[in-house]
């Protein structure tokens, strides 16, 4: 079946530093790829997409581009900020069905 | 602005109570779907509603229940709370296009 593999976290960085979050997945056809943010006590807020192979979602300084060749979709962001502290969902969504998440990625950023 | 409510941010209950969680959305979707977010495991879902009176089962529907009498609204039962029943429980509702993904601030559900 259909899923997504993240990479474990927590995610420790320093202010400035660059950002990278691994997702990687698994699904016949061609999903619609995403990834969440949730910041600390608050719901999952959609940052960004992909909807068809070589696009890339980008979105508040991040970005991600669906790579067909390596079912990956990894979240980069050049210089990561304290407010960016929060977990990180990679998910997918195959011809409008229920969205498949990974397990998470928790960012913390210290200035 | 688009708005998924959900009925309780954080709510306590008893074991074996039956526990009524609720989520309204505004945008005349027509999916809309339950998950659970626990540490380490990400978001499961429980069941989805295609349309009015419809349900499916999710990943994990086992001690859940739903009801969906109309469009706006979809209620998660659990029959008879248990402990581990205790997580957060996200409520989404989904429109026609991909970028139409919108969840609730989630209800944090302790069984005691």
């Known amino acids: 079946g259909n899923s997504v593999t993240q990479m474990e976290g927590p995610v420790t960085l320093s202010e400035e530093a660059f950002l990278t979050i691994n997702c990687t997945y698994t699904a016949t056809g061609y999903p619609s790829l995403f990834w969440y943010v949730q910041y600390p006590g608050e719901g999952l807020q959609l940052l960004l997409k992909?909807?068809?192979?070589?696009d890339k979602g980008s979105n508040k300084g991040f970005e991600a581009t669906y790579r067909k060749e390596t079912t990956s979709f990894h979240l980069e962001k050049g210089s990561v900020q304290v407010s960016d502290s929060a977990v990180y969902f990679c998910?997918?969504?195959?011809?409008?069905?229920?969205?498949?998440f990974g397990k998470g990625t928790t960012l913390s950023v210290s200035s | 602005d688009v708005k998924v409510t959900q009925s309780s941010r954080y709510l306590v209950k008893r074991t074996g109570e039956k526990v009524f969680l609720e989520c309204v959305q505004d945008?005349?979707?027509?999916?809309m779907f339950w998950y659970r977010q626990d540490p380490g495991l990400g978001l499961r879902l429980i069941y989805f509603s295609y349309d009015v009176k419809m349900k499916e089962k999710g990943d994990i529907p086992e001690g859940y229940s739903v009801s969906r009498e109309k469009k706006e609204r979809f209620s998660l039962i659990l029959e008879s709370a248990s402990t581990n029943q205790t997580s957060m429980y996200l409520c989404a509702s989904i429109g026609p296009r991909p970028d139409e993904q919108y969840f609730g601030p989630g209800t944090r559900l302790t069984v005691t």
């Open positions: 945008m005349d979707h027509e999916n």
């Open positions: 998910a997918l969504d195959q011809a409008g069905t229920a969205l498949i």
């Open positions: 992909a909807t068809k192979a070589d």
